[in-house]
């Protein structure tokens, strides 16, 4: 137990280094990645029944080649296209806010070192150090998290675009 609060004491005192708008990144990190754990669920478990369900619908018709029947097959793929792409653009803009949030931190953090250099003629470093900090820890945190989530919704993107495939292919027209 008191390791666990040292670690709650450790992440707060980051946080209270890096300003306010560590926070704000803290917290679309941990949208993202709950979204990215969402679709990776859904890949792994969900799809299948989704998939199932429009291949049950097509395969129990019993002509596949009118044109009413090639909109149908053209409709059921979009339906599940739609549900696989669910959340992936949400993803990709949450990974692109987070550099520039990192960046928002470095403005902020260089302002509290011109406002230290105005107050203080540039004699309190201690207090600029501070501000430094404020400045470079956001930065860093935002361009982490930025790679993280980019890296993940690379590998999401790969699925979401094999398993599109997939289904339209076995929707065969055959009958």
Known sequence: MLAIMEAFAAIRAFLNQGGDVLVLIAILT?????LIFERVWYFKGGLKGDVQAALDTWESRSERRSWNAKKIRTALISR???KIDTNMAMIATMVSLCPLLGLLGTVTGMIEVFNVLALTGGGDVKQMASGV?????PTMAGMVAALS???????????ADREK???????????
């Open 133 to 137: 900090s404020m400045a470079t820890i």
């Open 149 to 159: 989530g980019l890296f993940a919704n690379t590998y999401l993107t790969r699925i």
């Open 80 to 82: 599940v296209s739609e």
């Open 30 to 34: 941990f949208a993202m990645w709950t």
């Open 165 to 175: 495939y997939l289904f339209a292919d076995h929707m065969t027209m055959d009958h």
